[in-house]
């Protein structure tokens, strides 16, 4: 193999090649076991603000990360030099660091016969042929609906239009090799709104693995002005008990703690609120948790996970009932069980909704608080309890009143998911988490 001299993208081809050549190396080397990974991500992204141009950032990054394992000590170096020099200097690297660690009895790569087979075609590589022009011209196409829609819409943060594109090459001394490529694409848009002095700031997005799926740049902005108009006159309200519904961007990370706390690593160090929850009732009878790892075009579907595992569906919460956890082989070995292909994380979590569109989530609330967004990080992973700012509006017989800032919602989380009310159909298909309006029928909201 030559070096590598130019900073051309490499494709799937070439990344395998150098996995192969990192695993020969650490085999030479007398390593045990041995697992690489090679990566490669191009894109661009632009910003404009008030119609001009305030960023432009290319991207072109790669790396190759080597673990070896040797009497059961691990090492691992990495490298963004793709030459085979560079790669055989690394490997060194993670067989010295491998003689320097303690000894672990669970360390090492996922059993052989775990390993992905077959290679589905998960739809994920949809390319976007934009250069910096179209995507100016595009991002202040998007400020500018935002900015004419409402004349109370009196500044901006910017219009952000991005496209990446990213290859990912995975081996182990099992004989695994496997690569993908995957594309992502974002329009973005940031708008403030001011009434009577006091300003309001919002966003909309849109995002999607093809381009031909995203919302329109001009929508984009619209959308961002309607909800930073939405918010001017908020207002703070008394300290009370009421029922609150998450909007699916907020109540996918609601559902999102509960996933953490049943990871394999929370679990062996003994660190999570739903520790040996496995056959526990987490949930009402209606919810239930499914993975999709092979859904076409979705944000977190891969044919394997981060240890060549290959993956497949399982339902991880049925009817209110948790199932099992979220697991390595690593976290699974620590726990006497087997790997759920989970190296890297869950992979397209749905929760189904139950028939209801957001607005007749509303209508059955009758009085009660919508949160559209959370502020800090008060949630404690060990004993559930949770605390978070939150801004929305308030709702009384039904309708939107008027919004809201400046309030705290709390509870604890075992407890709150046992009063999760109702789910919606409005799936929000941007994240790993599919997940329409959560309807909690009772929190504390702390206010003035």
């Not at 044919?303 to 339902?315: L, W």
């Amino acid at each position: 193999m030559g070096r590598i001299t130019k900073r051309e993208s490499l494709g799937r081809a070439e990344l395998e090649s150098l996995v192969t050549l990192a695993l020969d190396e650490a085999k030479q080397r007398g390593a045990d076991q041995a697992e690489a990974a090679a990566s490669q991500d191009t894109g661009l992204s632009a910003t404009a603000r008030l119609g001009e141009v305030e960023s432009i950032e290319y991207t072109n990054d790669r790396g190759i990360g080597i673990t070896v394992f040797k009497d059961s000590r691990k090492g691992n170096a990495s490298t963004s030099d793709m030459s085979p020099e560079a790669i055989r200097e690394a490997v060194a690297k993670a067989c010295t660091f491998a003689t320097l660690t303690a000894q672990d009895e669970y360390a090492g790569l996922a059993d052989a016969d775990l390993m992905c087979r077959d290679f589905p075609d998960l739809d994920l590589d949809h390319p976007w042929t934009l250069d910096a022009d179209a995507a100016i011209a595009m991002a202040i196409e998007a400020e500018a609906a935002g900015l004419k829609s409402d004349k109370r819409v009196s500044n901006s943060e910017g219009g952000t239009v991005s496209t990446n594109r990213g290859t990912r090459a995975y081996g182990n001394s099992h004989g695994f090799v496997g690569s993908y490529s995957k594309t992502s694409h974002s329009i973005t848009c940031v708008l403030l709104a001011e009434a009577d002095g006091v300003m309001q700031r919002d966003y909309h997005y849109t995002s999607s693995r093809s381009a031909e799926d995203l919302e329109a740049a001009a929508d984009v902005g619209r959308h961002a002005a309607a909800k930073t108009v939405g918010r001017l006159g908020a207002r703070k309200i008394e300290t009370t008990r009421a029922p609150v519904l998450y909007i699916p961007e907020v109540a996918r990370g609601f559902m999102g703690h509960a996933i953490r706390a049943i990871a394999g690593g929370a679990q062996y160090r003994r660190s999570s609120f739903l520790l040996d929850a496995v056959g526990e009732k987490l949930f009402p009878d209606f919810v239930n948790i499914q993975e999709r790892p092979h859904l076409a075009r979705a944000m977190a579907s891969v044919p394997y996970d981060a240890e060549g595992v290959a993956t497949y569906d399982r339902d991880i919460v049925v009817e209110g009932v948790l199932q099992g956890y979220v697991l390595s082989s690593y976290s699974a070995r620590r726990l006497g069980l087997t790997t759920t292909a989970n190296a890297g994380g869950a992979q397209n979590l749905i929760i189904p909704g139950g028939g209801k569109s957001q607005e007749e989530l509303i209508a059955q609330m009758g009085t009660g608080l919508i949160v559209q967004e959370l502020i800090g990080q008060g949630v404690n992973g060990v004993t559930g309890d949770y605390s978070r700012g939150a801004v929305g509006h308030w709702v009384e017989n039904g309708e939107i009143a008027f919004p809201v800032h400046e309030v705290t919602i709390a509870g604890n989380l075992r407890e709150l998911y046992q009063r999760i009310a109702a789910i919606g159909d409005d799936q929000d298909l941007r994240s790993g988490i599919r997940c329409g309006s959560i309807l909690v029928d009772e929190m504390t909201i702390a206010g003035a």
